[in-house]
């Protein structure tokens, strides 16, 4: 089933949590609302589900106008972050609950449910737990147990509201992988709700970027990666350094001439004089002993090391910038291979030249 949502809008008193949004998801796709807490995807999602109503616009499931249709009748499958299983009931009596549920003319045996519910148990690894309750599982198990729930009404749309939220790390890279396979597998049109950009951009074919109630950014997680299209795209996808400074016909100064570095902006050639902010992966800065008069004025940014974490085969240093404007005062991060940490022999406090070797440039 696609999905179009229309210029919706939704406010809760004076707060604006969704603007004029729109967006298409095509039939037995999977796609990630992302961004930070308060930014209007869980309120998208529950607008999408029925469970929330949108002050304008609409929501279309195959070309069908949702507006006046209630929950019950969508044919979605919702999947909460805390679980929400009955606590009372049986894994196996959990994930009957919704077939059980349906109108007695629509309703299956006992044996055909029976037959059902032991098949979703097997899809999603956990057949053999069918007697026990949800006290006597683990977090990762409650949620594939809640997801084969969701599925067992066979719905058009599944509906993950930070499905992973409540799990720990290791369990959570798990249950992703998971879920991409098991999408793989069954291509239900699948919307799940995430405020971590490393699980959006492993699992989704797609990735909407929210902010502040709009759409930032559409696209693939390897374009929203590489083609950030915004300043809060950037900074939200991974870690960045932030550095400020001004364009000038083409041409970008971070810092001053003695303690910073000339970036070539060519895409901001009418740039005059402009404020300008450049976005750094620390994977993507150049790292060097700091030699005063050697280096020469405007090849780099001055800093001193602060710190350096060294775990498996990359270094993180953490860096002061001497000219404190470059980088408004923050610390800035590095990464390159521990080997060649190693071989530096660098020592904390030591004077080092950061070079930027890709940056992306915004002018305001």
């Given amino acids: 089933m696609s999905i179009a949502i229309r210029n919706v809008s939704k406010d809760f008193g ?7 949004v729109s967006l298409d998801i095509e039939s037995g796709e999977l796609v990630a609302l992302l961004g930070p807490s308060g930014c209007g995807k ?5 607008i999408i589900a029925g469970l929330e109503t ?6 279309l499931f195959s070309g069908e106008d949702t507006t006046d249709v209630h929950v019950r009748e969508r044919n979605v499958g919702f999947v909460f972050q805390h679980y929400a299983l009955f606590r009372h009931m049986s894994v196996f009596d959990n994930v009957a609950f919704g077939l059980r549920m349906k109108p007695r003319a629509n309703r299956p045996s006992e044996e055909v449910i029976k037959q059902k519910v032991h098949e979703l148990l097997g899809l999603v690894q956990l057949d053999w737990l069918a007697d026990r309750y949800p006290s006597q599982l683990s977090g990762g198990q409650r949620q594939r147990i809640a997801l084969a729930r969701a599925l067992a009404v066979e719905p ?8 992973f939220g ?12 998971w879920l991409r396979r098991l999408h793989d597998d069954l291509h239900v049109t699948s919307i799940f709700v995430t405020h971590d950009q490393e699980e959006a951009l492993e699992v989704a074919d797609r990735v909407v970027l929210m902010n502040s109630g709009v759409v930032e ?7 929203v990666w590489d083609h950030p299209a915004s300043r809060f795209v950037y900074g939200f996808l991974g870690d960045v350094n932030l550095f400020h400074g001004r364009a ?4 970008m100064l971070i810092g001053a001439d003695q303690h910073g570095v000339r970036l070539a902006t060519p895409e901001h050639l009418d740039a005059q004089d402009a404020q300008a902010f450049a976005y750094v992966r620390p994977h993507d800065l150049d790292v060097q002993r700091y030699t005063a008069g050697a280096n020469g004025a405007g090849r780099g940014i001055v800093a001193k090391l602060t710190r350096a974490i060294v775990v498996g085969p990359i270094a993180r240093l953490e860096l002061l910038p001497l ?7 923050e610390i800035i991060e590095a990464q390159i291979p521990a080997q060649e940490y190693r071989a530096l022999g660098l020592q904390t406090d030591e004077t080092l030249l950061l070079t930027p070797r890709k940056a992306r440039v915004f002018v305001t």
């Fill in 166 to 177: 409540a799990l720990d790390a290791k369990v959570r890279k798990e249950l992703r992988r």
């Fill in 323 to 329: 000219d404190a404007s470059a980088g408004n005062g």
């Fill in 42 to 46: 869980t309120t998208l999602l529950r």
């Fill in 248 to 251: 000038h016909e083409g041409e």
């Fill in 54 to 59: 949108a002050d304008h616009g609409s929501i």
């Fill in 217 to 223: 950014q559409i696209g693939s997680p390897q374009d």
């Fill in 14 to 20: 004076s707060f604006h949590a969704l603007r004029d």
């Fill in 156 to 163: 058009k749309v599944l509906l993950l509201d930070e499905p």
